[in-house]
C-alpha cells in the first residue's frame, strides 16, 4: 500500500513541477571532486561561466556541494538534487541542461541511474533534457589508487584530486568499475535515461614557449603532465581517455574541435580554454 501511495505522491508532484512551476530551460553546473562553497569563482571561475552563459538569458545554477563525500550521500547526490530541486522551481525551469566536470558527472549518473533514491530524483530525471560531461572519472583512474596508497601522487596531486577522501576512493579503477556494473547506468548495454555526451581531453602540453600551456595556469599544466607518465599516452593527465568514454557517447575528442587542434588538459577543461566556452555556449 504503501508504495502505491508513494507513487501517486510522485505524480502529483511530476505534474505540477512540469505543467504549474516550470516554463524555461535552465543549466546546471556540476563541479569535480571536492567540497565547494563558491564554485562559480574558485572552481570553474566566473570568466568560463559568464562566457557560456553569455546572450542566454535562462537561468543557471552553480552547484555546490561536499563531492568529498561517496557519490550517494545526502551531501553529494541528495544535496546537488536539493539544490536543483529549490531552484527549478523558484526559477520555473521546465528543462535541464547539465555541464558536469570530472567527478560530477558520476554524482549526476548516481541521480540518472537511481530514480528511487529520494523523491526529488524522478523529477529531475524527467525535467533532464541533455548531460554534457566534461572529462568525466566515469572509469576512475590509476592515480586514484596511488592517492589512497599513499605513495607520492598524496601529496602532488593534492590540488587537483584532494586526498584520501571517500569520493578519491570511490574513483579508484576497479570501483568506479563494480560500481558501473551494478549501480551506475551508461555504460554499454546499460543505457541511460537521457542523452549524455561526452567531451574527451587527451593531452597535456606544457611548453614554457606555447602560450596555449598558460591557459587555466602553467603550473598546473607542469603537473599534470607530470601525472601523465603514469596514464596511458591518451590522457588529460589526470583520466585516461578510455576512462572518460566508459560511459554515455563521445560528442567529440578535444584536439577534433578545439581551436587550432588543441588538447584539454583536465585543469583547461573546465576553463575558457581554445573555444570550449563557445562550443558549450552554441549547444545550450
Avoid at 561536499?66 to 531552484?87: G, M, P, S, T
Avoid at 605513495?151 to 568499475?177: C, H, K, P, R
Wanted: hydrophobic content about 40%.
Amino acid at each position: 500500500m504503501r508504495s502505491w501511495r508513494m507513487l501517486i505522491v510522485l505524480s502529483v508532484l511530476l505534474a505540477s513541477f512540469s505543467s504549474q512551476v516550470f516554463a524555461v530551460r535552465g543549466v546546471v553546473f556540476v563541479h569535480g571532486t571536492g567540497f565547494q562553497t563558491n564554485a562559480e569563482v574558485d572552481y570553474w571561475t566566473p570568466n568560463f561561466i559568464n562566457s557560456v552563459m553569455s546572450g542566454n538569458s535562462n537561468p543557471y545554477l552553480v552547484i555546490n556541494c561536499d563531492f568529498e563525500e561517496y557519490i550517494w550521500k545526502n551531501r553529494a547526490a541528495v544535496c546537488l538534487a536539493d539544490q536543483i530541486y529549490r531552484w527549478g522551481v523558484a526559477n520555473k525551469v521546465t528543462e535541464l541542461h547539465f555541464i558536469t566536470h570530472s567527478n560530477g558527472a558520476n554524482v549526476v549518473r548516481w541521480i540518472l541511474s537511481n530514480p528511487t533514491w529520494d523523491f526529488r530524483y524522478p523529477i529531475i530525471i524527467t525535467a533532464t533534457k541533455n548531460v554534457t560531461a566534461i572529462a568525466p572519472s566515469s572509469g576512475g583512474t590509476p592515480l586514484a589508487n596511488a592517492v589512497i596508497n599513499g605513495n607520492i601522487f598524496e601529496q602532488s596531486l593534492g590540488w587537483l584530486l584532494g586526498y584520501a577522501s571517500d569520493a578519491v576512493f570511490l574513483q579508484q579503477v576497479e570501483y568506479m568499475a563494480f560500481m558501473n556494473e551494478f549501480w551506475l547506468l551508461g555504460t554499454q548495454g546499460r543505457a541511460l535515461p537521457v542523452p549524455f555526451k561526452v567531451i574527451t581531453g587527451t593531452d597535456v602540453e606544457s611548453s614554457p614557449f606555447d602560450s596555449d600551456s598558460y591557459c587555466g595556469g602553467y603550473s598546473n599544466q607542469v603537473a599534470l603532465e607530470f601525472t601523465q607518465n603514469w596514464l596511458n599516452s591518451c590522457s588529460d593527465g589526470f583520466l585516461e581517455c578510455s576512462s572518460q568514454e566508459v560511459a554515455g557517447t563521445v560528442w567529440f575528442r578535444d584536439k577534433q574541435v578545439m581551436n587550432g587542434g588543441e588538447p584539454l588538459s583536465h585543469q583547461q577543461s573546465r576553463r575558457a580554454c581554445f573555444g570550449l566556452d563557445q562550443v558549450l555556449r552554441n549547444d545550450i
